[in-house]
């Protein structure tokens, strides 16, 4: 018996979830043991989450494109939402660790608030929340990890 298409895409997204968390979880690490490169991964990590909280952003796009049966004003708040996070993640990428670390866990957080207040509008795919609280509680962790480099 072949597997459903929904169980295929949710076990694909479900390694390419984790797999996109291997930056975070070797990164963040790296920059508190290895002394003499700590700026550089740390750097990196929070480069890497500025483009993961872009890259989740956009999902909103995507479900404001795809869903027909969102109505209209919320398909323009996803829309909204969906750049958001991209503003957030910039400005990160201008700050010293602790406080970029702080505006990308923001970022994330805020980012699953509006997965959950959308999957009360529309009818998203069971898999869909739990995936994203786990790797939005990977993300956070490794960057609130990070953000100890500047201690150092």
Known sequence: MTPSPIAVSCRTA????????????????ASLLDQ?????????????????LSFVGALHWGFAMVLPDMPERDRARSLIWSVVPSLIAWPALLLVPAE??????LGFVLHYLQD???????????????????LTVIACLSLFAGAFVSVH
Do not use: E
């Open 116 to 134: 959950r207040r959308l999957a009360r509008i529309v009818d998203l795919p069971q898999w869909y929340l739990p995936l994203r609280l786990r």
């Open 36 to 52: 003499h490169h700590a700026w550089t991964w740390s750097d990196a990590l929070f480069g890497y989450g500025a483009v993961i």
């Open 14 to 29: 479900t390694w390419l979830g984790y797999a996109g968390l291997i930056p975070f979880v070797v990164l963040a690490p």
């Open 100 to 105: 970029a670390a702080a505006l990308l866990i």
